[in-house]
């Protein structure tokens, strides 16, 4: 039995277009990524080290920052968002390292702001909850600053980016 050349390549082109032409909404948002930043409040200074930020949108308040964050994306294992008191607040639970972090920022900023930032495709400032006891378990809960449709994608970008960084592409 002969197969024609034409016809070989035939039953591939339709074979790839299958492949490439499956793809979902699910499999478009599975790509999108977030950050996750905390800078903690420090007392303004001249050197240049710190930045004022304005938290929240429809009454901003002023937290100075350090410019560097002392937890970022790097050192989160997982995020959800979960109902709490009078609506939602997202829970990140930190890898080995974040947890260690946060409890040493926890314990030695006592009363200070960890400033939360994110890009989700929008960049905001999220949250600036006081630190008021120390956090050893390494989870973080917080009420942010966005409606429940963002808070899914921050979440769900967040995760994947952690995906990301665990297959060493981040």
Known sequence: MKI?????NTYLLLLAGLVVG???????KKKELSTFRMH???NPDSTGHSTIVNIGRSEP??????????????QVESAAVIDGLGGFQIM??????????????????RDK??????????????A?????????????????DCTREEAERIVHGLNNMVHEIEKGNR
């Not at 308040?61 to 790097?74: K, Y």
Request: net charge positive; proline share 6%.
């Open 4 to 8: 024609g050349f034409w016809a070989f």
């Open 22 to 28: 499956c793809h979902t909404p699910e499999q478009k």
């Open 40 to 42: 903690i409040e420090v």
């Open 61 to 74: 308040f002023p937290v100075n920052t350090e410019n560097q964050p002392f937890i970022t994306e790097n």
């Open 92 to 109: 990140v639970q930190m890898n080995k390292q974040g947890k260690w972090l946060l409890e040493q920022y926890t314990l030695a900023s």
């Open 113 to 126: 702001r960890a400033a939360i930032f994110s890009n989700f495709g929008d960049t905001r400032w999220l």
């Open 128 to 144: 600036a909850p006081k630190f008021t006891r120390k956090i050893s378990d390494g989870v973080l809960v917080f009420t942010p």
